[in-house]
Structures are given as structure tokens and as C-alpha cells.
């Protein structure tokens, strides 16, 4: 993602951006909250706060800037290699407006699943938040589908096995996301 491109996400309204608020509040509480490690312990420091201001008033991009200012990010960050050792190399300059992108989208599309729920609307509908200059076929197939909001939210919160299932938003530069009917 390019500095200032930002996402379409739909929905975002003071409703959505509530809903976001308390998702991170329910992953700092249970000491869920993502920590990059491409971040320096400045950015580890400010990153929860940032996030919250991104999430209730701002968005990726503002975030991916503030990331990318300050010091908060690594310059460089250890690498397997494919023999077994490690080595050391530059973080890339584009890795603060990935993070910011995928984790904002991530709590979006958290918040979009809680109004749905809360609004009696049993499913979402997966759309193309970002355009890609090679969109992956098996992306671009997910859009117009609808989704169990319930179901993605417990996949969106996971981080782990069924996020890999579901694929939603699909880690770093992630084309889609979801929006009410």
C-alpha cells in the first residue's frame, strides 16, 4: 500500500468505530492485543494508544504515518534463513503502513460483525475494500458472498487456525473486508 491510499471500508460511522473501541478493549484486557515485533520499544509503547485513536477517530493511513514517525519502528529484524541460522536485515519501509492496514481493517471488520449482530442481521457481505493491480482469483471469488457474522467475529479474534480457514481479511495487503446488507 502507497502512503495515503486509503481503505473503502463501509460502514465506518460513529456506530462501527464504538464497536471497534470495544474490541480492542476486549483484547487488551485479555492480553490479546496484537504486538508486531517489527515494532521498537517506543512504537510497543504508543501502539495501544494509537490504535485507539486511529480506531475512534482517525484511520489506517493516519496510523501506518504515525507508526512510520517517532522511532516506532525496527530499522532491522532477524530472518531464518533456509539453512536453519538467522540473519539480520532491514525491515521493510512499506512494513508500518502494512501493519497499520491490516489491523485496522482487522478491527473493522470486527466492529462491522458486533452492529450486524446487535442489529438482529445474522450475516455480512464480503466486498473489495482495496483494489489490487494483480487481485488474487481466489479473493475476487469471495466478493458478494455473505458470511455468518457471528462466525467470522470468533474467526477475526482468533489470530490462529481459523482465521487461516476463513482468510478474512486475509493478512498483509488484504483486498477485502465486509459491510452490512
Not at 22 to 31: C, I, N, P, T
Not at 90 to 110: I, K, M, N, Q
Request: glycine letters at 10%; aromatic letters at 4%; proline letters at 5%.
Amino acid at each position: 500500500m502507497g502512503v495515503g491510499m486509503a481503505l473503502q471500508l463501509h460502514n465506518l460511522d460513529a456506530r462501527t468505530r464504538g464497536f471497534m473501541l470495544e474490541e480492542l478493549e476486549l483484547d487488551v484486557a485479555s492480553g490479546n492485543l496484537y504486538i508486531s515485533p517489527r515494532l521498537s520499544s517506543r512504537g510497543q509503547a504508543d501502539y495501544e494508544q494509537l490504535l485507539r485513536e486511529a480506531a475512534s477517530e482517525r484511520d489506517e493511513v493516519w496510523l501506518g504515518e504515525a507508526l512510520r514517525s517517532h522511532g516506532r519502528m525496527s530499522s532491522t529484524e532477524f530472518q531464518r534463513n533456509p539453512r536453519g541460522g538467522r540473519s539480520m536485515v532491514r525491515v521493510p519501509a512499506s512494513a508500518a503502513g502494512t501493519l497499520a492496514e491490516e489491523e485496522f481493517a482487522r478491527y473493522c471488520a470486527r466492529g462491522i460483525c458486533r452492529r450486524a449482530m446487535e442489529e438482529g442481521i445474522p450475516r455480512v457481505i464480503i466486498y473489495q475494500a482495496k483494489s489490487a493491480a494483480n487481485p488474487r482469483q481466489e479473493f475476487q471469488a469471495m466478493i458478494g458472498s455473505e458470511i455468518d457474522a457471528q462466525g467470522l467475529l470468533a474467526e477475526l479474534r482468533g489470530r490462529g487456525e481459523g482465521e487461516q480457514a476463513l482468510r478474512l481479511p486475509p493478512g498483509p495487503n488484504s483486498e477485502l473486508n465486509v459491510r452490512l446488507p
